[in-house]
């Protein structure tokens, strides 16, 4: 019995690119990208092309999905509406039906979202053995879930949730249940969670650490792993055994608004579904129903060569929920990281160089708020030079190799930090000198002459020597770091 889905076309043939449902289900998915790199839609691509073919429950932080509801018959279960024993009656419920559903957490604050989600992963987990069915359970902002060191969550919640993220994509399999799950940053993801998916979807990721951590989990060089920095929204480097045995790139294509009829092996979905389904799910009275059973005691043991398999890959459960270092040291450093993300980010967006500086700032201020980093510490000024770093490449300021170029750019005027960044990044990189386009980006401006001027005044002020070959080729030295940009036509 095999099923594939089509997800979109081969960069470079423009070939589909297809995930065989049937291996994905054995092997799981783990998507990786920055926010807005394309995560949410290339999940609805999948669950849309796969509908008809197999159970899907989608536990949906944002309520992005609910829209699936309509035309493909998606029960939408609502998690700030019930509570804990009613969703674990739910939960046993769209196991026993082998419902498709959403579990829609946005009304929920952060901490009841991964409560909720925890205790309908394990009721899906714990279902009685002859309800082992085959499903996707996809979980979009997995971090949020699976969060890899303590933050300003309870331990206990955490714990619970981490939990529950572990049985499903470590112990899952078995039990029917196959892990999509999507995250911003694989370095805010807990790495036995990641760790066990075997297909990769890698979208568009500004820092090193995060891009270390696709590398390692595509068994990449740094070097080779390096072009999922500059992918486009909506573009992924794909790699596994459900879709492809090389490194791919993918462009993910449009997603439907109406259901395919694809049946094709795996098996038959129930019949009931939309209202149908709906009405046996929430059949009154759900206070009164008899509680799930238990699950069975497993019969046979695992062969010797899976025991040892779990044993490798387990980690004691006290390693698991312990940050590695001292707590207060890793929270500031993952809001540290959290910081270069969000500037990363901002920096990314076209003509951002064009904005005033306190209208940035506001915009800044407003994603530290959304992701709950409470206060940074950053004002207006701190973020003028911190924004200016982050333009010209340098989005987080602890990066060892860039403190030299930082510490020069201490002495440079606020307006010219960018374009002296710039000019320094390439020369530390050994990359091309910026030509005058890229260079009016980053300072912001249209016009040519203010960049000869802007040239003029660092080369005076000592910061760079400006050299044109015979050939007529510019390079750009920076004398307090003793490099050069590689020479371009000027
Ligand atoms: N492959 C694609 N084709 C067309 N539009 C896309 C594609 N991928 C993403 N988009 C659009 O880009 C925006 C951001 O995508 P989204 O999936 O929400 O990103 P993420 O979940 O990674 O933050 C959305 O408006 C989405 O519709
Ligand atoms: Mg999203």
């Known amino acids: 019995m095999s099923a594939t889905i089509v997800i979109g076309a081969d960069d470079r043939s423009g070939a589909s690119v297809r995930i065989d449902v049937e291996e994905l289900l054995a092997t799981r998915l783990l ?49 700030s509406a019930y509570d804990g024993t009613e969703i674990v009656k739910l939960a046993a419920r769209i196991r026993q039906h082998r419902a498709s559903v959403i579990l829609a957490l946005d009304g929920l604050e952060l901490e009841a ?28 902002e997995a971090q949020m879930f699976a969060p890899a060191a303590a933050g300003d969550v309870a331990d206990d919640v ?36 990641a760790a066990e998916a075997s297909n990769f979807l890698m979208g568009r990721t500004f820092l090193d650490i995060d891009m270390a951590r696709a590398a390692d989990l595509l068994g990449m060089e740094r070097r080779q792993a390096e072009q999922i920095r500059d992918l486009e929204r909506g573009h992924f480097l794909a790699l596994g055994p459900a879709i492809c045995r ?11 608004t109406r259901a395919r009829n694809v049946v094709h092996g795996l098996m038959p979905m129930p019949n009931a579904a939309g209202e149908e389904m709906e009405a046996l799910l929430m059949a009154e009275p759900l206070m009164f129903d008899p509680l799930p059973t238990p699950p069975e005691p497993e019969e046979t043991a695992p062969e010797s060569g899976e025991l040892l398999e779990q044993i490798e890959s387990s980690v004691p459960a006290a390693e698991q929920v312990e940050p590695p270092v ?42 530290c708020r959304m992701q709950r980093l409470g206060q940074v510490g950053i004002d207006l000024a701190a973020f003028r030079r911190r924004f200016a770093m982050a333009v010209a490449g340098i989005p987080d300021d602890r990066e060892p190799r860039w403190q030299a170029a930082l510490k020069l750019a201490e002495g440079v005027a606020d307006d010219l930090v960018a374009p002296f960044l710039v000019l320094a ?14 260079m009016a980006e980053i300072y912001g401006t249209r016009s040519p002459g203010r960049i000869r001027r802007l040239l003029d005044h660092l080369e005076k002020s000592g910061l760079i020597v400006v050299r044109t070959d015979y050939g007529g080729r510019r390079s750009i030295g920076i004398p307090g770091l003793g490099m050069t940009t590689a020479p371009v036509e000027a």
């Open 113 to 140: 979202q991964m409560r909720c989600a925890a205790v309908f992963m394990n009721t899906l987990f714990d279902a009685p053995r002859d309800q082992w069915y085959p499903a996707l359970v996809v979980v979009d």
């Open 425 to 438: 990044v390439a020369a530390v990189e050994g990359l091309p000198c910026p030509d005058d386009d890229r």
């Open 158 to 193: 955490r714990r619970l949730s981490l939990a529950a993220m572990t049985n499903l994509m470590c112990r899952g399999r078995k039990r029917g249940l196959a892990g999509i799950i999507a995250t911003q940053r694989l370095a805010k993801l807990a790495k036995n969670v």
């Open 326 to 367: 001292e707590p207060s040291l890793f929270a500031a450093e993952e809001t540290a990281a959290d910081i270069a993300a969000i500037l990363a980010e901002m920096a990314a967006e076209p003509d951002c160089t064009f904005q005033p500086a306190a209208q940035l700032y506001q915009d800044f201020t407003v994603r």
């Open 31 to 79: 998507v990786q990208g920055n926010s807005g790199s394309g995560k949410s839609h290339l999940l609805r691509r999948i669950l849309e092309q796969s509908a008809s073919v197999v159970q899907q429950v989608v536990i949906d932080p944002e309520g992005d999905f609910v829209s699936l509801a309509e035309p493909f018959g998606h029960v939408v279960v609502d998690g």
């Open 246 to 256: 090389r490194p791919v790139g993918v462009k993910i294509a449009d997603v439907e």
